[in-house]
């Protein structure tokens, strides 16, 4: 067979031939393996300079031209390799992402106003997105801080001059964005945002339940905006030495509070919130932001006070959403609202995406590897429409796209390439 291929090669190797290959063949080795599955030997798992050996996989050592040659042969008849037995590399979630980016930007963004898709706390979650890309790809820097200053300057026109509105979560979500954004560019401004920001925060807390009103209203006590609070001071408190026990006070406080609230489902993840017209009674969907937000707060809180311990709870809600909160396939899946079809919940797996990389980072775990890995891995193969859009469900098929759906599947891809 390999004799086979090397007849297709003629001895030069041009453009035109690179241009033929898959987009997430990396050039980087002068000798490459190319992994074969051994039952269906057409399927190639991947073509790489790494080392991986399993009996499921056989290995031909080529010198990079063979390879090359072997690659276009096979590509030309070839299907996809299943999702359980694919390889993919992170400088190919860092490709695959830097794609989606340009998309977003290209659809979505409006400079002028500073938001994606007119919306308003989806805009923070993809400034939020683009930050995290910069971490994975220090080459995206300085067209990333464009669009920070873009919407740090004209996003407050459109809400009254202020990022404050009658939503605590929304203001939340623009803290850490703000948050995530300094740490990429050390540029203080940033940072005394989202101090200002944690202010009004404070306005909430006579929610009738317990925590902070999820909005001035006092209309909803809910999971999401306690977390945000969380993960807000604990951000802060790692951040703002001068006012470190300050913050840290804050989030101690929250965290005790929330963690021990009736809100932790028996799968260990998260309810919506709590009734404020019928006793407080736990109520509403488990939703993966529900997940996620709080898995971010306490890794930061974590390294706030210095105790490990603060990783079990969230450990433990980690496990309960990799279990509960996916599909047959272990594609990460919003259960409470499939098919997903609203820019709300289309934004919503991506937080949980990135804050498994924030805790597999503290304390790694195989689980959250596989569930980032292969729910990347099918958006890019199922859930991906001819132009480069993204749709809202990781598994695909792709529809109803969007800037939530586009960011959020983003979210997902970087948070592959963070754990890979």
Known sequence: MLAGWSSHYDGLWTEKYMSRLPSSTLLTSSTYKIFLNKTEPHHILSLEPVVFLSSQFSTIMLPLSTALVALLALSTRTTAAPLATRQ???????????????VLMNDW???????????WWNSANAITTLADLVSVNPDFKNDAVTTFESTYTNAPGSNGGDWL?????????????????????NDGKYLSTAQSIFEDLLTGFTASCGGEWWDKPHTQDNSINNELFLSIAAHLANRVPSQKSYYQDHAVDQANWFLGTKLLSENNTFHDGFSVTNNCEVEGTVWTYNQGV?????????????NSSWLDPATKVAQGAVKTLVDGNGIMTETGSY?????????????????????????????????????ADSIWQNDRNSDGQLGPDYQGPVYATSAPAQ??????????????
């Open 339 to 375: 098919p997903t079809n609203d820019n709300d919940a289309d934004q919503f797996k991506g937080v949980l995406a990135r804050n498994l990389a924030t805790l597999q980072a503290a304390r790694g775990d195989s689980s959250y590897v596989d569930i980032l890995t292969k729910s």
């Open 165 to 185: 509105n009658d939503y605590y979560d929304d203001e939340g979500w623009w803290a850490l964005a703000w948050i995530k954004v300094y740490d990429i560019t």
């Open 407 to 420: 960011s959020s599947a983003m979210d997902c891809i970087i948070a592959a390439a963070m754990v890979s």
């Open 294 to 306: 709080i898995l971010g707060g306490l890794v930061e809180l974590s390294q706030a006070t210095g």
């Open 88 to 102: 993919t590399s992170r400088q190919v979630y860092i490709n695959n992402a830097m794609n989606a980016k340009d």
């Open 109 to 119: 963004y409006n400079a002028s106003t500073g938001r994606f898709q007119n919306l």
